[in-house]
């Protein structure tokens, strides 16, 4: 599985975004899409995740009420609405592929087998 993210820039607070993360490949086999993201000094942590159905999201307390997950079908893209963005949501957002079908959508950065490069948000005055 290969992953593409885009979509970042640089926005005001407030403002919008929204990222989006192409599968390409054997996406057959994944499970689940998760957003993770890592502002400068800071470990990586996770924002939100999908199953590769869309029938089931999770989110970090951080981002809910102001992030949506979704996935669409046609096009295999994981897509991740941001609004009322604040400074702290700088980062480099990345999106990563979980594989293991057994597995409900996870949190876990170390659930995810596949990688896309990544994205990054700016959001200042």
């Known amino acids: 599985v290969q992953l593409q993210a885009s979509g970042g820039g ?5 403002g ?13 086999s994944t499970s689940g ?4 993201r890592q502002a400068p ?8 995740a999908t199953s590769w159905s869309g029938g089931s999201t999770r989110y970090a307390d951080s ?6 997950i979704s996935f669409d079908n046609a ?3 994981v897509y991740l609405q941001m609004n009322i963005l604040k400074p ?4 480099v957002y ?11 959508v996870t949190a876990l950065a170390v659930h995810y087998d596949y990688w896309g490069q990544g994205t990054l948000v700016t959001v200042s005055s």
């Open 16 to 28: 919008s975004l929204r990222l989006a993360c192409a599968a390409f490949g054997s996406s057959a």
């Open 75 to 77: 096009k295999n893209t």
């Open 88 to 91: 702290e949501d700088t980062a």
């Open 63 to 68: 981002v809910k009420g102001r992030f949506t």
């Open 94 to 104: 990345y999106c990563a592929a979980d594989t293991d079908t057994s597995r409900p």
């Open 10 to 14: 640089l926005v005001q607070p407030g």
């Open 41 to 48: 000094g800071k470990e990586r942590e996770f924002v939100a």
């Open 33 to 36: 899409i998760g957003w993770f």
